[in-house]
């Protein structure tokens, strides 16, 4: 199993461009989020689904959006990039919420300029 | 809702003494809690964490945790580290039955361990 993997690792966007973050996990979890990294900042929840065409908004949706037409893959879409975005994206996958585990991808690091 | 603190952001000690990595957390039901570790330039990964039962966890790399409802702490513990536990440590709540389901981080400890 690859688990859970992001693509691009690294990307430099300008301000104003857009761009799909890739993630897609091979585990058949039904759950899927995508965080954010800000340094002392810890993870902020974005957006997560809990089962393919189910998403929901999380603590810091606003710029950001989401889809999930399968089990497998759970692509976030920036459209208008601001420096505010400037931050290490995190895909993670969990079979179910609560008790269980979440196993997170090496990251995407973004520069908006 | 649910929330977590973490009141170190750094922890600074030498090599094999010991280290406390604390945590609180509020919820207003039952809840299960998580320690997580992030090695530079990686991902987060699972250390280990509080379902139910007994109500000191332990990981395969010697650290340990206390559930402690009282104080509502879920403090990570460690008696002698070793240089390679230099890392990122978050700690983190989810709710039981009845709650949101999805995990909550704190903004985690970095741990620096020196020679």
């Known amino acids: 199993n690859a688990g859970v993997t992001q693509t691009p690792k690294f990307r430099i966007l300008k301000i104003g461009q857009s761009m799909t973050l890739q993630c897609t996990q091979d585990m058949n979890h039904n759950y899927m989020y995508w965080y954010r990294q800000d340094p002392g900042m810890g993870l902020k929840l974005i957006y997560y689904?809990?089962?393919?065409?189910?998403?929901d908004k999380g603590e810091v949706p606003n710029g950001y959006n989401v889809s999930r037409s399968t089990t497998e893959d759970f692509p976030l879409r920036l459209e208008l990039a601001a420096p505010s975005q400037t931050s290490v994206y995190f895909c993670?996958?969990?079979?179910?919420?609560?008790?269980?585990?979440?196993?997170f991808g090496s990251g995407t690091q973004l520069s908006v300029l | 809702a649910q929330s977590v603190t973490q009141l170190d952001s750094q922890v600074p000690v030498f090599e094999e003494a010991p280290v406390e990595l604390r945590c609180n957390y509020s919820s207003s039901v039952s809840v299960y809690l998580f320690w997580y570790v992030q090695y530079p330039n990686q991902g987060l990964q699972l250390l280990l964490k509080y379902l139910s039962g007994s109500t000191l966890v332990e990981s395969i790399n010697g650290f340990e945790a206390e559930f402690n409802k009282s104080q509502t702490s879920f403090h990570l513990r460690k008696p002698s580290v070793h240089i390679s536990d230099t890392a990122e440590y978050f700690c983190?709540?989810?709710?039981?039955?009845?709650?949101?389901?999805?995990?909550?981080f704190g903004r985690g400890t970095s741990l620096i361990v020196h020679p």
């Open positions: 689904s809990v089962g393919a065409g189910i998403t």
């Open positions: 983190a709540v989810s709710d039981s039955p009845g709650g949101s389901y999805i995990p909550t």
């Open positions: 993670a996958s969990s079979l179910s919420g609560g008790s269980e585990k979440l196993f």
